[in-house]
């Protein structure tokens, strides 16, 4: 049997995905349950696809193309609107909600003027937001024209043709996310063993946790393109297993085994080199502060996810040179002193900021800039 529920699918930064108004779902159950929520998001995608391509939903068959968000009217002092995001698998039928995404959270202000769950006079306009997954606001700010997010403008989004209007995002209070902690080790490097091998790493936890390694440690040169690092099976194992380790490290599960699927994701940093981008362009050393491959869901992402650039952003600021981004950094611009980042990812630079507290000795703020359009507007359909 077949079910029609409203929808938009909406593009964010250099995501897309399928936005409901919670109101359109099935209530949670008792404790929270969400198990009627992800029936519906996997039918709703097309998971589970053995294929890999979820050709039988909306899905595009790679992490990026495969989300979800649910927003609603907020009931908390001062704060505009409510969303959660969910992660869902392409192979099983499964949704993690364990952390928040950066790129289709520029999508939630957009969605929610169009569905009727925020009004806006025409201008420039904050709206703050309480993402559900990481208990952490959100300001997001945007133009509004006719009393709908703006979309043309002149920012060019690495990894999205043509140019757009400008979504800021600011991440108040991002430290510890999910951990707690900003470095939830107390340590700016990390060693432990993973297959035999003595692994150093930065796992760092703003806005998401994230797990920071040199490209030599896992076999690569930071140059390679998202498909290159996805057929290498010697090196996405290892990374694999560092990722599962580092997951226990950081108190995120109690076995590598029960890892999210979501958190921690894993950068690859190398210092700035000349690289050839996506597009077949050359993207000069001189343009980039650290050269940045992420791994997202079991793959390479064709360009950052925005949580983890704010987090790199975040790393950036440590004090500690043990830090492998502040370390890198340092290498080849003694001169930094921030805020912004610039990250060289396979579409393009992409840059991040923060703000470090020397009293707090945290990180109070991190921000970046997005694009976003409702592409459609419309009912999905869910089979039972």
Not at 102 to 126: I, Q
Request: hydrophobic fraction near 45%.
């Amino acid at each position: 049997m077949t079910r029609w529920i409203e929808a938009a699918f909406v593009r964010g930064g250099t995501s897309k995905g399928l936005f409901f108004r919670e109101d359109a779902l099935p209530v949670l159950g008792d404790g929270g349950d969400t198990s009627a929520w992800d029936a519906v998001f996997t039918s709703a995608m097309g998971s589970p696809d053995s294929f890999g391509r979820q050709l039988d939903g909306m899905g595009g068959g790679i992490s990026s193309l495969s989300k979800v968000m649910v927003v609603s009217a907020s009931a908390r002092e001062g704060v505009d609107l409510d969303y959660t995001f969910g992660q869902v698998a392409i192979a099983e039928a499964a949704v993690d909600y364990s952390g928040n995404c950066g790129n289709l959270s520029s999508g939630v202000v957009p969605f929610a003027l169009s569905a009727g769950l925020v009004t806006a006079s025409d201008g420039w306009h904050v709206f703050r937001l309480f993402n559900t997954n990481t208990q952490k606001f959100v300001d997001v700010g945007l133009g509004v024209v006719d009393g709908q997010a703006a979309v043309d403008g002149e920012l060019v989004l690495p990894g999205v043709s043509g140019t757009g209007a400008p979504i800021e995002l600011i991440y108040p209070d991002p430290a510890g996310s999910r951990t707690g902690e900003l470095l939830p080790t107390g340590v700016a490097r990390e060693e432990f063993d993973v297959d035999g091998r003595r692994f150093e790493a930065t796992l760092v936890d703003a806005t998401l946790p994230l797990v920071v390694v040199p490209s030599s440690l896992v076999m690569l040169r930071g140059t390679e393109a998202p498909g290159a690092i996805d057929a290498s099976a010697p090196t996405m194992r290892l990374i694999g297993e560092l990722r599962r380790t580092a997951a226990v490290r950081m108190g995120l599960c109690s076995t590598p085994e029960s890892a999210p699927e979501v958190v921690p994701k894993v950068a690859i940093v190398s210092n700035p080199q000349s690289t050839t981008l996506l597009d077949g362009t050359e993207l000069p050393a001189a343009d980039v502060d650290i050269l940045v491959r992420v791994i997202s869901m079991g793959q390479a992402h064709k360009a950052v996810p925005g949580t983890a650039a704010m987090c790199l952003a975040a790393a950036a600021l440590l004090p500690e040179r043990d830090s492998f981004v502040r370390g890198i950094i340092d290498r080849n611009n003694p001169d930094w002193t921030g805020p912004e980042v610039r990250l060289g990812t396979p579409s393009g630079v992409v840059t991040a900021s923060a703000v470090w507290d020397d009293d707090a000795q945290t990180v109070t703020a991190t921000s970046l800039f997005r694009t976003a359009r409702v592409l459609m507007i419309g009912k999905v359909a869910v089979s039972d």
